[in-house]
């Protein structure tokens, strides 16, 4: 195993882990992805469970065997060790696979990894249930058991044991107390009892259910009912994945809600895990917020915007539909509708910028305005600039990227094509319909575009020779 988890030297009363199992090939997901790796609301789905078990206060170890090296590329920010399973023989076996860099002693809590609903209040309560017990399981009681293994119980009420449900007898089968595949167990005990449990003989895996037999036996096997069935079910295919992502949606924006936040529609809206929201935001319908980004209080984010891995600052109004990527808008700002900013935009407060725009690595400075219809990339737009109607900026020459600065104060007539590199002065006016190929001074008014001709009659004549080509049969 990987880490300081592995530590050998349990602080006073023995030390507290979270085993989290991402091992499994998941076949039943369809999919070349690892079943824990597969994206749940801007993360993997054994973050989750991960995060509950830290934020429960746990020291964290993941067992890992399907597609390992991505497994722990997505939780290296995480912190956590890991300990390999060498080859996928049960969940039995996986713990046994962690035992020997684990603490001598202590409570280990072994959850799997591809159950993302998990709190961290569960498992603390599972962990004060515990106590000094050899074994204790979380269970739920569920209408329809389907594939859950059973936890059957003696006439007394105490736990005997668990049932697969591919071994259940009738009897067994009718039983609705199912087992979440969550435990504590004391780790002293762990260690001996793990080596004597029996291969199945139909599947040749260890089951870590076994054990749970093993402490009921000795009188010492604790049961925690969880009420919130949702909370604790695993995800094994793309249905469930969808029930769980449903339910980790609603969690989310109740959340915000409660912290001051105005969704128009909560049910077309999507907020992943890693988005942050001030007060009094407003997020219309069909919106989507994605990775990193921050909406600071009184910010108004319009019908169909997505926005990923960005900052929108407080008071700023994004009109329907634009699409943000690693940009910032400032203070007051007004964007759209239908913009675009690219990664590396940067709007300083109160810049205006509107429909059918597209900004990509540029600053657009306080006050200045880019209203509609321009493409803006690779550049600096000054102070209380505007820039007209269908201006590009020409960055690149079809082998670099070329920078474009145009002056505060100044103004770019519509139609203007801007040839990087290239700086317009401050106070500047271009003309409209220019192309602009070289610097312009501070204050100059230029033009570039060709001289007008007039050719009176041109027309008529035009047209008339047309028709009499047409009347002839000619093409």
């Not at 005990?189 to 199945?200: Q, S, Y």
Request: proline content about 4%; glycine content about 12%.
């Amino acid at each position: 195993m990987d880490g300081a988890v592995g530590s050998k030297q349990p602080a006073a009363g023995g030390r507290r882990v979270g085993l989290v199992l991402a091992a499994g090939m998941g076949t039943r997901m369809r999919s070349a992805l690892s079943k824990v790796l597969h994206p749940l609301l801007g993360r993997v789905m054994v973050d989750y469970p991960v995060s509950a078990a830290q934020e429960a206060g746990l020291d964290v170890v993941v067992v890992v065997h399907n597609q390992e090296a991505a497994v722990r590329a997505a939780l290296a920010p995480r912190g956590v060790a890991f300990a390999r399973q060498e080859a996928p023989r049960g969940t039995g076996d996986a713990v046994r696979s962690a035992l020997a860099d684990l603490p001598e002693t202590g409570v280990v809590v072994v959850m799997a990894g591809d159950a993302p609903l998990f709190r961290a209040e569960t498992l603390r309560r599972l962990l004060e249930a515990h106590g000094d017990k050899l074994a204790t399981v979380l269970t739920a009681v569920v209408a329809a058991p389907g594939s859950y293994g059973r936890l059957v119980r003696g006439p007394d009420g105490a736990p005997k044991r668990i049932v697969e449900a591919r071994e259940c007898s009738p009897e067994e089968r009718a039983i609705t107390e199912i087992n979440t595949g969550t435990y504590a167990f004391d780790l002293a005990w762990l260690r001996g009892v793990i080596e004597t449990l029996p291969v199945h003989g139909d599947t040749g895996e260890l089951y870590l259910t076994d054990v749970i037999e093993a402490a009921a036996a000795e009188g010492r096997c604790g049961v925690v009912v969880h009420g919130d069935v949702d909370e604790v079910m695993g995800v094994n295919d793309r249905v469930a994945l969808a029930a769980a992502r449903k339910a980790l949606q609603e969690r989310i924006l109740t959340a915000h809600a409660y912290a001051g936040v105005t969704f128009e529609d909560a049910a077309r809206v999507v907020v992943e895990a890693g988005v942050r929201l001030g007060t009094d935001v407003t997020v219309g319908p069909d919106v989507a917020l994605r990775g990193s980004t921050v909406v600071a209080s009184g910010a108004q984010i319009g019908q169909g915007c997505v926005i990923t891995d960005s900052v929108v600052e407080e008071g700023a109004l994004l009109r329907p539909y634009c699409v943000l990527e690693g940009a910032r808008v400032g203070a007051g700002c007004t964007v759209g509708p239908f913009a675009r900013l690219r990664p590396e935009t940067v709007l300083d407060a109160g810049a205006q910028v509107g429909n059918f725009v597209e900004l990509k690595k540029a600053r657009v400075e306080a006050g200045a305005k880019v209203p509609h219809l321009s493409y803006v990339g690779d550049a600096r737009v000054g102070a209380g600039a505007n820039v007209g109607a269908g201006t590009i900026t020409c960055n690149y020459d079809g082998f670099s990227k070329h920078h474009t600065d145009i002056g505060a104060g100044a103004f770019i007539g519509s139609n203007s094509a801007l040839v990087a590199p290239v700086r317009v002065g401050e106070g500047a006016i271009v003309g409209a319909g220019s192309v602009i190929t070289q610097d312009v001074p501070a204050d100059a008014i230029v033009t570039a575009r060709g001289a007008l001709r007039v050719a009176e009659g041109a027309a008529a004549r035009f047209r008339a020779a047309r028709k009499a080509k047409k009347k002839g049969g000619g093409a």
